[in-house]
């Protein structure tokens, strides 16, 4: 079965004046229908990137991203409006940004329907049923300096829902609210998840986000380097736990990104010794490195 989002080998360069900056090395993404996912990695690591192209907003330099059956790497100027329009909803993280601030919250929600050519009473119905859904039934007619920030993201998330995408990308939606605000907001989320069957891929450095989804994936160096795959199970008293595992990215070449604090940990560099047994691939410190580096080892002893 085809993903609903699939990534192989994107790169994506920035390019300024004689300067190249290489935002995404070769990352490798899937993502199946129906998925809550979220991306985290450091400032810098690609993500907010990798995020603008899955969008259709950034054109990527290289490599393979299909979402629902659209090539993004082949789309037209005019394809890509569209794509924006229908395929995709987008929730930033500065709430001025997702809203004008002289239309109404039900106006607001209206207006990519609109757009898109349904009926002013079909997007009115639909803009008050999404209103509704996120909390703001008695706000349809309040602009948005009426509304606090929260308020502003539920109807943001309404707007990227107008639609009816087959994914919903939002990037950091909580780095502006308080934390009791932010938890409401990723419970909608998971809501627009379960009830309007919304794919959800959220950039973020929130851990509260991080944790209440099924997966979670590490970006590194402008590559997926790990994931964390979380479930639930049975205790044994009648109650539930979530279980979570993190797993190395390994990519279609057979690269891997070892676990920052692994390497801390094991002091590891240059290079390292592999040996493989029956069930598992085991990795160790090389114990010549120091003797082969310039300076020779840093004591007599070595490690």
Known sequence: ????????????????????????????????AGEMVAIVGASGSGKSTLLNILG?????????????????????????????????????????????????????????????????????FRAKELLGQVGLGERLDHRPAALSGGEQQRVAIAIAMANEPDVLLADEPTGELDSETASDIVGLLQQMNRVEGATIVVVTHDPLIADQVSRTVAIRDGRTSSEVLRRTESDGDGGSQVVAEEFAVLDRVGRLQLPSDYV????????????????????????????????????????
Request: with cysteine; aromatic share 4%; hydrophobic share 35%.
């Open 1 to 32: 079965m085809t993903s609903l989002i699939h990534c192989e080998n994107l790169v994506k360069i920035y390019k300024t004046a004689d300067l190249e900056a290489v935002a995404l090395q070769g990352l490798d993404l899937q993502v199946e």
């Open 264 to 303: 801390e940990a094991l002091e590891l560099s240059k290079r390292v010794r592999l040996t493989l047994d029956p069930d598992r691939i085991n990795v160790w410190p090389d114990l010549n490195a120091e003797e082969d580096s310039p300076t020779g080892p840093t004591n007599e002893g070595g490690r």
């Open 56 to 124: 259709g907003v950034d054109v990527p330099s290289a490599g393979e991203v299909r979402v629902a059956g659209s090539d993004l790497l082949k789309m037209t100027a005019r394809q890509r409006v569209g794509y924006r329009r229908s395929v995709v909803g987008f929730v930033w993280q500065q709430t001025s940004r997702n809203l004008l601030p002289y239309l109404t919250a039900s106006e607001n929600v209206q207006l990519p329907m609109t757009l898109d050519g349904r009926s002013l009473r079909s997007a009115r």
